[in-house]
């Protein structure tokens, strides 16, 4: 068993902190619709109640609405949400050329649909981080969900959901202008490693898309890294609507998970 999947699967049912001598640490990665694969993902997390586990998560892009369902306990939402709501083109429409995502009609989504349950998300001690991109000083931060107030949480929802090019404007927040992290190699390594510098002994990193990896570990994987993800075999366009294409992937990438993680735990019993 790699040392990673080890020390987070002693973490069941328990709720940080942990008094084990490690920082759990998960990092999550964009892609638009290819996020339906972390959907899965944390699915089978939450299935195998690792919810509490982890110190910290760094979020991007659409992972951080994820990340945000997955602590509430709500991570069927999340999997609502890409397969049944922003499948069909009406969310993403390349047609749209002025604005490829309606993030309009995707935060009515998540604020009026399938609000995140706040109260929950208090509850939990796990820090949650997005990157984002701060146009007013030109620079990548990473936003501490903790920081800010509940009402702050939607303008985050924004942020992450407002990428360059395909949706117009900026997000306002604290006096400084925002949108989400450019498509750029270096954010994605960047990205890790913000996770790498944080004192982690375990990282768990969930990419969407096969060359997410090649983008971030040009060499081997760190021995304190385990990643988990879909095999290049698996194509998914971030601009996929058809919803039974979508449901392909998200059950691949689920039964590649639970093969993963619940096969573990099912022989050591």
């Known amino acids: 068993m790699h040392q990673v999947l080890g020390h987070l699967l002693a973490r069941q049912n328990k709720q940080v902190p942990i008094d084990d001598g490690r920082k759990v ?40 609405p994820i990340a945000s369902y997955f602590l509430s306990g709500q991570s069927d939402r999340a999997e609502s949400i890409f397969l049944e709501n ?6 993403i429409s390349l047609k749209r050329f002025w604005q490829v995502f309606d993030t309009d009609y995707l935060l009515q989504v998540f604020r009026d649909k399938f609000p995140v349950d706040l109260s929950l998300l208090r509850q939990s001690n796990t820090r949650l ?13 990473y936003l ?9 949480h939607y303008k ?18 604290n006096g400084s202008q925002y949108k989400d992290v450019p498509f750029r190699n270096f954010t ?15 990282i768990l990193v969930v990419f969407n898309y096969a060359r997410q990896r090649k983008k971030v570990f ?5 021995d304190n890294t385990f990643v988990l993800a879909p095999d290049p075999k698996w194509h998914l366009s971030r601009f996929e609507t058809r919803i039974e294409k ?24």
Do not use: W
């Not at 501490?144 to 702050?152: E, I, P």
């Not at 994605?188 to 375990?202: I, L, R, V």
């Open 25 to 64: 640490v998960l990092v999550l990665y964009g892609g638009s619709m290819t996020c339906v694969r972390t959907v899965a993902v944390m699915q089978v997390l939450q299935e195998l109640k690792l919810t509490s586990a982890f110190d910290e998560i760094y979020a991007i892009s659409g992972s951080f």
């Open 86 to 91: 922003l499948s069909g083109g009406r969310f």
């Open 129 to 141: 981080f997005l990157a984002a991109h701060n146009l007013s000083s030109k620079k990548i931060e």
């Open 144 to 152: 501490n969900l903790r920081d800010y107030l509940d009402k702050d």
């Open 156 to 173: 985050l929802l924004e942020i992450s959901a407002t990428p360059d090019y395909f949706s117009p404007g900026t997000i306002s927040l």
């Open 188 to 202: 994605h390594k960047n990205h890790f490693a913000q996770a790498g510098n944080s004192a982690a002994t375990d």
């Open 218 to 222: 040009s060499e081997a994987t760190p």
């Open 246 to 269: 979508l449901k392909e992937q998200h059950r691949l990438m689920k039964d590649y998970a639970r093969q993963i993680l619940s096969g573990i735990i099912n022989s050591d019993d």
